[in-house]
């Protein structure tokens, strides 16, 4: 080969060489504008390149950290530097990889929740072995996550204190009629020995409509809320008083056998005659009817029996209580 052959060989290896270094540049130059923290490792485990992110991310230079392993970190705890260390001469062996999330103590003084990866690559032209890596800060969507499970706790607590709300009378502050299926459905469902010690009471104010008429409403409400205080002081935690409609009371007994059941009902008819005393000196009285609640009873056939038990009270001449 003459001296201008060997001149031209050069030449071409030369602008191969320019073209080849120009193509590094500009790989180099993509991986250092990727948005998140990236870092490559060479085979022994050192550190010889990580990109613009990275150095912003943990508050750190090239110059200082290239040619040092995960060991010289110092924003990192020792025990994970080791841990890492170790997972770095694994991944390097076996081409693995490994990712799992972890916070990171950041430069701004702040742990950032991140999903971190990193693999082990194996060149089979050059033979050589190093460690590629990503950090994802995502900070970002853990606080939506957290801001979602708060809202959704929210939502949840309104939504009970709603469904609440539409089981409450607002004119005497115990349960309405809304209530009334699931009571009766719960029933259903319980043991045969815990429905046959349940027993239901119905309570109609006697001569209601005169109180309005002869009182006005404002008197009626104000019996109506006496009349109720005076079933909840009965109730026992597991009992449920409701307020059927207008005048009418329903009160479901938990646990309770049918004497225990007239007892109550009798205890609800005298404090009534003696406690609720209208404007013109006469008592309020009640008539109460009570019944079991049968094995596979359904609402309608509970209300039915306690509809009878009741309107006998009433044909016996009112204040009184009268099983089904």
């Known amino acids: 080969m003459d001296f201008n052959d060997l001149q031209k060989k050069i030449e071409e290896l030369e602008?191969?060489?320019?073209?080849?270094?120009?193509l590094l540049s500009f790989v180099m130059t993509a991986i250092n504008n990727l948005p998140n923290p990236i870092f490559i490792k060479d085979e022994e485990l050192r550190f010889f390149h990580f990109n613009k992110a990275y150095s912003e991310f943990f508050g750190m230079t090239p110059e200082e950290y290239f040619g040092k392993t995960?060991?010289?970190?110092?924003?990192?705890?020792?025990?994970?530097r080791i841990r890492y260390n170790d997972e770095d001469s694994r991944l390097i062996q076996t081409g693995a990889i490994k990712n799992y999330d972890v916070d990171f103590l950041c430069a701004d003084g702040k742990l950032h929740p991140s999903f971190y990866w990193s693999r082990g690559?194996?060149?089979?032209?050059?033979?050589?072995?190093?460690?590629?890596?990503?950090?994802?800060?995502?900070?970002?969507?853990?606080?939506l996550q957290t801001d979602l499970s708060r809202t959704l706790d929210d939502l949840q607590s309104a939504n009970s204190k709603l469904e609440r709300a539409m089981e409450i009378d607002a004119g005497t502050g115990i349960f309405n009629r809304f209530l009334l299926n699931k009571i009766i459905g719960e029933i259903a469902h319980r043991r045969t020995q815990e429905v046959r010690m349940t027993c239901a009471l119905l309570a109609d104010l006697d001569h209601f409509k005169r109180v309005n008429d002869s009182f006005g409403h404002l008197k009626g409400d104000e019996v109506l809320m006496q009349f109720a205080n005076i079933i909840k002081t009965e109730c026992r935690a597991d009992d449920m008083p409701i307020r059927y409609g207008g005048d009418e009371f329903l009160l479901v007994l938990s646990k309770a056998s049918e004497e225990i059941g007239y007892a109550v009902a009798e205890r609800i008819r005298s404090r009534c005659e003696s406690e609720i005393i209208l404007p013109d000196g006469s008592p309020q009285t009640v008539s109460i009817g009570i019944c079991r609640v049968g094995d596979s009873q359904n609402l309608e056939s509970v209300i039915h029996k306690l509809d009878n038990a009741l309107y006998e009270a009433k044909q016996e001449g009112r204040n009184r209580v009268v099983g089904a």
């Open 70 to 80: 995960v060991l010289d970190l110092d924003y990192i705890p020792m025990e994970d």
């Open 121 to 143: 690559v194996h060149d089979e032209k050059t033979g050589k072995r190093g460690i590629i890596g990503e950090i994802v800060d995502i900070s970002t969507e853990r606080n």
């Open 15 to 22: 602008a191969k060489l320019e073209e080849t270094q120009a």
